[in-house]
């Protein structure tokens, strides 16, 4: 079998299996295009406001045409698996594509991998991503579950984030804990909440009030205190939001 390095697709200098990667894109390429409905694509990509088009393959009947092609296709070292998840991404001529690699990632016959090593290429498919669909499953399902796993290695990290230049790295900062219920962070969440509270940008605004309402699950008397205590700086957007479900 063919074996070959590929520092631009793994980041590391670890060598690559060229063939099982090209077999895993191939196979996925060709189990999209084969569930695609072209009359569904451009409503999609309106809805998105995608400037990348759709093949037209909505995320039920995704997930089913992905599912056989991901097992069948296992990729045998870690470097392996992170050359298939870039290619998918940086190589994408159509949205469902990059879902795709988001979708790999998450496979968990791969779980050992799920390290702080992976920050990296989260950080690249978050910032050019840069819309909502790709950040939000990133932030609440890979970058959390690695802040829960490694708090100190993650922590500091998620901190440079909530002051980041890129918004959605910021986004990511105040949502990577929305699953955490009673072991949320809490001092965490609320640094990366004040650290965006001045900015006017309606997808921060939006995830604050989504991660304080999702704590209030859990700690409804909790939020409404941080809530009053931040009456005046947290836009009307975030304190709606915060709020929806339990009342001032």
Same mark, same amino acid.
């Given at each position: 079998?063919?074996?070959?390095?590929?520092?631009s697709?793994?980041?590391?200098?670890?060598?690559?299996?060229?063939?099982?990667?090209?077999?895993l894109?191939?196979?996925v390429?060709?189990?999209l295009?084969?569930?695609?409905?072209?009359?569904?694509?451009?409503?999609?990509?309106?809805?998105?406001?995608?400037?990348?088009?759709?093949?037209?393959?909505?995320?039920?009947?995704?997930?089913?045409?992905?599912?056989?092609?991901?097992?069948?296709?296992?990729?045998?070292?870690?470097?392996?698996?992170?050359?298939?998840? =870039?290619? =998918?991404w940086?190589?994408?001529?159509?949205?469902?594509?990059?879902?795709?690699a %988001?979708?790999?990632?998450?496979?968990?016959?791969?779980r050992?991998?799920w390290?702080?090593? +992976?920050?990296?290429?989260?950080?690249?498919m978050?910032?050019?991503?840069?819309?909502?669909?790709?950040?939000?499953?990133?932030?609440?399902?890979?970058?959390?579950?690695?802040?829960?796993?490694?708090?100190?290695?993650?922590?500091?990290?998620m +901190?440079?984030?909530?002051?980041?230049?890129?918004?959605?790295?910021?986004?990511?900062?105040?949502?990577?804990?929305?699953?955490?219920?009673?072991?949320?962070? =809490?001092?965490? +969440?609320?640094?990366? %909440?004040?650290?965006?509270?001045?900015?006017r940008?309606?997808?921060?605004?939006?995830? %604050?009030?989504?991660?304080l309402?999702?704590?209030?699950?859990?700690?409804?008397?909790?939020?409404?205190r941080?809530?009053?205590?931040?009456?005046?700086?947290?836009?009307?957007?975030?304190?709606?939001?915060?709020?929806?479900?339990?009342?001032?």
């Amino acid at each position: 079998m063919r074996r070959a390095g590929d520092n631009s697709a793994v980041g590391s200098s670890s060598a690559v299996d060229l063939s099982a990667v090209d077999g895993l894109v191939d196979a996925v390429r060709a189990a999209l295009a084969a569930a695609a409905d072209p009359a569904k694509a451009p409503a999609m990509q309106a809805y998105m406001k995608s400037a990348m088009p759709y093949l037209g393959v909505p995320k039920p009947r995704r997930e089913l045409a992905l599912r056989p092609v991901l097992a069948v296709h296992r990729l045998a070292t870690e470097p392996d698996w992170r050359a298939a998840v =870039l290619r =998918l991404w940086r190589e994408a001529q159509f949205r469902e594509e990059r879902y795709a690699a %988001i979708a790999l990632t998450g496979e968990r016959p791969y779980r050992a991998y799920w390290t702080p090593d +992976l920050l990296p290429v989260y950080q690249e498919m978050i910032v050019t991503g840069a819309w909502w669909d790709y950040v939000d499953e990133l932030a609440s399902r890979r970058v959390g579950p690695l802040l829960a796993a490694s708090p100190a290695a993650l922590r500091p990290v998620m +901190l440079r984030w909530s002051r980041a230049p890129d918004r959605w790295l910021r986004r990511t900062s105040i949502i990577c804990q929305l699953g955490a219920k009673q072991h949320t962070d =809490l001092d965490l +969440l609320y640094a990366c %909440i004040d650290a965006n509270l001045d900015d006017r940008d309606f997808f921060l605004r939006k995830a %604050i009030g989504w991660a304080l309402r999702h704590h209030a699950r859990t700690d409804p008397d909790e939020v409404r205190r941080f809530v009053a205590a931040r009456h005046d700086r947290l836009s009307p957007l975030s304190r709606r939001e915060a709020l929806r479900n339990v009342g001032p």
